[in-house]
């Protein structure tokens, strides 16, 4: 993974169809997704189940870019050797999970992953102040985590915040939650370059009718290029 800070759509499989994720993540890498975001859900940290690491290892071969994968657990560190060798690329843990960030940041890079970290929508900026140098992604919150389908909640003071403490360190800003052709160029002109959508990617397209999702990939694209000065 080579970093760089153009505009990165990044579907939720979320909401995508349960019953044939492989195929709808080649479907919609196929229609010009950048990576391919996957919400692991454990029922204790947020209020709903998803799936885990033996869901990712399943769908990896069917993604030819990055799969991102949200840890919406805790705890964490029991799980990092699962989802690497599950082939994640980027694992993303959030900052509220646990006591231990820092060592759960230094876990997932030790384990050859990109170390993301998330903040809820309540988390101030200053709760990654001292994580600068561990981590390749912060994910930005603009939903309280746990179910796709959410109205955004505007986080750009945050976001703002976040690319002045991040400096010239080679670090993505992840937005996640509410996004779509709308609230793409808020996002983006504050900072974020990994735009993270479920419901408006996947919405109007299936497996066996995928060009909606590129025309809702390219929409949310167009909006975001260019904003950021
Ligand atoms: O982490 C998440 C929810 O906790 C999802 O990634 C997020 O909500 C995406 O879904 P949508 O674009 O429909 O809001
Ligand atoms: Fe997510």
């Known amino acids: 993974m080579t970093f760089d800070r153009a505009i990165k759509i990044a579907p939720s499989i979320l909401a995508a169809d349960f019953a044939s994720f492989g195929a709808e993540c080649a479907a919609v890498e196929a ?5 391919i975001h996957v919400d692991v859900m454990d029922g204790h940290f947020v209020p709903n189940i998803t799936f885990g690491p033996a869901t990712c290892a399943a769908i990896r071969p069917h993604i030819k870019g990055v799969m991102d994968v949200h840890l919406m657990i805790a705890p964490v560190d029991p799980y990092i050797d699962a989802f690497a060798d599950a082939g994640a690329d980027v694992l993303t843990a959030h900052v509220e999970a646990g006591p231990h960030i820092h060592r759960t940041l230094q876990a997932i890079r030790g384990a050859g992953m990109k170390a993301g970290v998330a903040l809820n929508p309540g988390t101030p900026a200053s709760a990654v102040a001292e994580l600068m140098d561990m981590v390749d992604l912060i994910c930005v919150m603009t939903v309280n985590p746990g179910f796709g389908g959410q ?5 750009t003071a945050k976001i703002k915040t976040l690319r002045d403490m991040i400096g010239d360190r080679p670090v993505h800003i992840e937005i996640d939650g509410g996004v779509d052709p709308k609230t793409a160029p808020l996002v983006a002109k504050a900072g974020a370059d990994v735009l993270v959508a479920g419901s408006a990617v996947f919405r109007g397209g299936s497996v066996s009718d995928p060009a909606p999702y590129g025309d809702n990939i390219r929409a949310i694209r167009a909006a975001a290029t260019g904003v950021w000065a």
């Open 31 to 35: 229609q010009g997704a950048d990576w």
């Open 151 to 155: 109205k955004f909640i505007d986080m």
